[in-house]
């Protein structure tokens, strides 16, 4: 049987707090999971998972800098003091500051190990 949730009131929104945020995007996200069925479960939009996600780690994909041996930066001259250099070969240099969650990390090499 369905589940139905009025909300009255001048607000019409649902209000989530910081730990039914936190459940969702730690369901969302964990290996396996497909964001839009915890998304659709949760009656929300997909979008808005990513936005909990980066608003609760406070990490954003510009932490993750590929450079190119054709064209190097000053930032790729010198690494950062905490940061991890990875050569996937086939000229693709990827460097993870420590900031970046270890999870975003292995996602972004693994995509880009494919090419």
């Given amino acids: 049987m369905s589940q139905v949730q009025i909300i009255s009131g001048v607000e019409r929104r649902r209000r989530w707090n910081e730990e039914e945020k936190r459940a969702l995007v730690a369901e969302a ?10 998304a ?3 009656d929300i939009s997909p979008t808005l ?3 909990w996600r980066r ?4 990490s ?3 932490a993750v800098v590929l450079t190119s041996p054709a064209e190097p930066s000053a930032e790729a001259a010198a690494p950062a003091a905490s940061s991890l250099d990875i050569d996937l070969g086939g000229g693709i240099h990827v460097r993870i500051g420590a ?3 270890a999870a975003l990390a292995a996602a972004v090499v693994k ?3 494919r090419r």
């Avoid at 996200?29 to 915890?38: I, M, S, T, W, Y």
């Avoid at 608003?55 to 406070?58: D, P």
């Fill in 60 to 62: 954003r994909l510009a």
């Fill in 49 to 51: 998972l990513y936005r």
């Fill in 29 to 38: 996200f964990a290996p396996g999971a497909v964001v839009l069925d915890v």
């Fill in 99 to 101: 900031s970046v969650p």
């Fill in 40 to 42: 659709r479960r949760a």
């Fill in 55 to 58: 608003e609760l780690t406070g």
């Fill in 111 to 113: 995509v880009l190990a």
